[in-house]
């Protein structure tokens, strides 16, 4: 028989807090099934050890989450250990209360007896399946002694038949028929329960294989595109550093005809080169598990990146303003990239936006991060298109149809820089109306993992 392995850390620390979660519904039922009995249906039977046995379960309840709380947050590097310890013992205190409240209860002749499946099917969920049958064990030993007591007079029974006729605490027959029903059907839940969690955990393991050698197969692919952008750029360049000359004369002069392709062949050459950096630029960003990040001027920043778009907005007509709250300033993050995500949302701004109209950055204090917002009245975008604005390549149509020129990666490259930074990205916008992009970005440092 395949043993199936307990749940994983992370999903066992879930399924503890669900435990505890339960075991207050269980407390509250027990105390509630229990007033019901005694004030609506009057049943006779000893009730102050049953609220007793309640609130020693919730007190339990507390501590064990208390105990758990504390585990976490002190990162113990035996979290796993501690938790799997806490879900063997807490599932064994869970059977003792049980039989405590039975016995207060009418014993095995409660049809409640029967709740312990409930504990079978989620030690399943929880535990090794050696440990699901250990526990079953456990809880088919706690009814025989239940039964064995009660038979034999040591313990006291409390009978909740309608009439002491009724009682069948000394019926042996029924007693043997009753422990073998309980037995069996425990053993059976404890069967099934854990060949279903056997099967999902195992779907489980391959889902969380098959995404990691995703994750290695999209490293190796970032690695071979740096490479071959790398190459690509030098190469570019050095075309670049040949056609110069020749353009500005320095090698003969050049007829009309051989100015303008040389010329073309320049300019061309110009726009591969933007494309290859700003692919070279997005690979590394993706690659890097480290970014300089440090404290700056958020302030100066949004300066320097309408310094940066100021020309281009004044040669269309496009009226550019720009507002930082009072208060804001100092942030912590990686300065390069922040200032470049704001220059390339005015610049987008202000490509998509027809003469005549207005681009507005501001930057605003939401507490712990600050949101900077471009809003534009210019072309918009097409609301199906929407989802799609921050994948890598993707231009919406009416921008194709109108600008030519475009990578599709500015945006993609900010969505990369607002992740690293713990921040978001979105946008809202209406085509033929107007954009506005918004970067909210957390004034604290980034964590250690995200950088
Ligand atoms: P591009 O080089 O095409 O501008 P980006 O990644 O910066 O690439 O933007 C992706 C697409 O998002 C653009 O092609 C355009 O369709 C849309 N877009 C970005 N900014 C705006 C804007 N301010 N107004 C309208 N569309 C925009």
């Given at each position: 028989m395949k043993d199936a392995a307990p749940a994983q850390p992370e999903g066992l620390a879930g399924s503890l807090y669900w435990l505890i979660r339960l075991r207050w519904f269980a407390v509250a039922g027990i105390f509630f099934t229990a007033l019901f009995a005694d004030r609506v249906l009057q049943v006779r039977l000893a009730y102050a050890p049953l609220y007793s046995i309640a609130a020693a379960l919730g007190v339990y309840n507390f501590l064990s989450l208390l105990y758990l709380n504390r585990a976490k947050a002190a990162a113990r590097p035996d979290l796993p250990?501690?938790?799997?310890?806490?879900?063997?013992?807490?599932?064994?205190?869970?059977?003792?209360?049980?039989?405590?409240l039975a016995h207060f209860s009418g014993g095995v002749e409660n049809p409640?007896?029967?709740?312990?499946v409930f504990h079978m099917i989620i030690a399943s969920i929880l535990l090794s399946r050696r440990d699901c049958y250990l526990q079953a064990t456990a809880a088919i030993l706690l009814f025989l002694l239940l039964a064995g007591m009660e038979y034999s007079g040591l313990w006291a029974h409390y009978c909740v038949a309608s009439s002491a006729a009724g009682c069948r605490r000394a019926d042996i027959l029924y007693l043997l028929g009753a422990s073998a029903a309980f037995a069996s059907t425990l053993y059976i839940a404890v069967?099934?329960?854990?060949?279903?969690?056997?099967?999902?955990?195992?779907?489980?393991a391959g889902l969380r294989?098959?995404?990691?050698?995703?994750?290695?197969?999209?490293?190796?692919?970032?690695?071979?595109?740096?490479?071959?952008?790398?190459?690509?750029?030098?190469?570019?360049?050095?075309?670049?550093?040949?056609?110069?000359?020749?353009?500005?004369?320095?090698t003969g002069g050049l007829t009309p005809g051989q100015e303008s392709l040389i010329r073309r062949s320049y300019e061309r050459t110009e726009k591969l080169t933007f494309f290859v950096k700003a692919l070279l630029e997005i690979t590394r960003i993706k690659l890097s598990r480290k970014m300089e990040t440090g404290p700056f001027s958020l302030r100066k920043t949004a300066e320097n990146a309408v310094n940066f778009v100021e020309e281009r907005a004044r040669r269309k007509n496009i009226k550019l303003t720009s507002s930082v709250m009072p208060g804001v300033d100092i942030v912590t993050g990686a300065q390069i990239y922040i200032e470049e995500t704001v220059a390339n949302f005015l610049a987008n701004s202000i490509k998509y936006t027809p003469e005549g109209g207005s681009v507005e950055l501001t930057i605003g204090d939401a507490g712990a991060s600050v949101l900077i917002r471009v809003k534009d009245t210019g072309m918009g975008i097409p609301k199906d298109e929407l989802p799609h604005i921050f994948e890598e390549f993707y231009r919406a149509r009416n921008a194709k149809a109108t600008e030519r020129t475009g990578t599709g990666l500015g945006l993609s490259i900010a969505k990369e820089v607002a992740e690293k930074h713990n921040g978001r990205i979105w946008v809202e916008s209406e085509e033929g109306k107007g954009s506005a992009f918004y970067f909210s970005l957390p004034k604290a440092a980034p964590a250690p993992a995200l950088l």
């Amino acid at each position: 028989m395949k043993d199936a392995a307990p749940a994983q850390p992370e999903g066992l620390a879930g399924s503890l807090y669900w435990l505890i979660r339960l075991r207050w519904f269980a407390v509250a039922g027990i105390f509630f099934t229990a007033l019901f009995a005694d004030r609506v249906l009057q049943v006779r039977l000893a009730y102050a050890p049953l609220y007793s046995i309640a609130a020693a379960l919730g007190v339990y309840n507390f501590l064990s989450l208390l105990y758990l709380n504390r585990a976490k947050a002190a990162a113990r590097p035996d979290l796993p250990d501690v938790m799997n310890r806490l879900a063997n013992a807490q599932i064994p205190m869970d059977l003792l209360s049980l039989t405590a409240l039975a016995h207060f209860s009418g014993g095995v002749e409660n049809p409640f007896i029967y709740y312990f499946v409930f504990h079978m099917i989620i030690a399943s969920i929880l535990l090794s399946r050696r440990d699901c049958y250990l526990q079953a064990t456990a809880a088919i030993l706690l009814f025989l002694l239940l039964a064995g007591m009660e038979y034999s007079g040591l313990w006291a029974h409390y009978c909740v038949a309608s009439s002491a006729a009724g009682c069948r605490r000394a019926d042996i027959l029924y007693l043997l028929g009753a422990s073998a029903a309980f037995a069996s059907t425990l053993y059976i839940a404890v069967y099934m329960g854990t060949s279903t969690a056997l099967k999902l955990r195992g779907k489980e393991a391959g889902l969380r294989g098959a995404y990691l050698l995703l994750k290695e197969k999209d490293r190796i692919k970032s690695n071979y595109v740096l490479r071959v952008t790398h190459d690509v750029k030098e190469h570019l360049a050095a075309i670049q550093a040949c056609l110069d000359p020749v353009l500005h004369g320095l090698t003969g002069g050049l007829t009309p005809g051989q100015e303008s392709l040389i010329r073309r062949s320049y300019e061309r050459t110009e726009k591969l080169t933007f494309f290859v950096k700003a692919l070279l630029e997005i690979t590394r960003i993706k690659l890097s598990r480290k970014m300089e990040t440090g404290p700056f001027s958020l302030r100066k920043t949004a300066e320097n990146a309408v310094n940066f778009v100021e020309e281009r907005a004044r040669r269309k007509n496009i009226k550019l303003t720009s507002s930082v709250m009072p208060g804001v300033d100092i942030v912590t993050g990686a300065q390069i990239y922040i200032e470049e995500t704001v220059a390339n949302f005015l610049a987008n701004s202000i490509k998509y936006t027809p003469e005549g109209g207005s681009v507005e950055l501001t930057i605003g204090d939401a507490g712990a991060s600050v949101l900077i917002r471009v809003k534009d009245t210019g072309m918009g975008i097409p609301k199906d298109e929407l989802p799609h604005i921050f994948e890598e390549f993707y231009r919406a149509r009416n921008a194709k149809a109108t600008e030519r020129t475009g990578t599709g990666l500015g945006l993609s490259i900010a969505k990369e820089v607002a992740e690293k930074h713990n921040g978001r990205i979105w946008v809202e916008s209406e085509e033929g109306k107007g954009s506005a992009f918004y970067f909210s970005l957390p004034k604290a440092a980034p964590a250690p993992a995200l950088l």
